[in-house]
Structure formats: C-alpha cells, structure tokens
C-alpha cells in the first residue's frame, strides 16, 4: 500500500513540474514572439503573439504550425525581411521548448 502512495505522490509532482515548465516555456514563447513580431512591424503583433504562444503548447509541432507556412508565404510575397525574422521566432521557440522539456 505504501508503494502505491509513493508511485501516486511522485506521479502528481512529475505532472505538476511537466506543467509548470510547459506553462513557463509558454510565457518565454510569447514574450520572444511580442517583441520580434514588434521589430518587424508587424500588424497586431500581440494577438499573433499570443496565438503563437497557445499553439506553443502542442507538443512537437507547436508554433511552427504558423511560422512555417507563414515564412513560405512571406518568401512567395518577396518580404525577405519579414522571412528571416519568422525563421528565427521558429528557432527560438523551438530551442526554448526543447529547453523546457529538458529540465522538467
């Protein structure tokens, strides 16, 4: 009985740790996303930034879901400018995901 207390209790902590360092990757994601998407002048950069960091919360793709279409999109276009800052938001996100996976 009292390993199954224990196996319960170290359960709930890893849980709350995974959610805690996905919350906290989350926030860091958006934080990055405001103040790139600012840089680059692009319009309502808050709310792409805040969608950016919800989709942030799906493991593996993440906001890659937009900023990969959105590059290729924006390469088509010609805004070269606006290409390389959306390859570098998805770098950085990425790595700040993996980071936070990593140590939880």
Do not use: H
């Amino acid at each position: 009985m009292d390993l199954i207390k224990e196996f319960l209790f170290k359960t709930g902590v890893g849980i709350k740790e995974f959610i805690k360092a996905t919350l906290i990757s989350s926030l860091v994601s958006f934080i990055v996303c405001l103040i790139a998407l600012a840089m680059a002048k692009v319009p309502y950069y808050g709310l792409i930034a805040l969608g950016l960091a919800v989709l942030d919360l799906i493991p593996v793709l993440g906001s890659g879901i937009v900023l990969i279409p959105w590059a290729i999109i924006s390469f088509i276009a010609g805004d070269t400018k606006l290409v390389i800052t959306l390859i570098i938001l998805f770098v950085a996100t990425f790595l700040i995901d993996q980071r936070a996976y990593n140590t939880w």
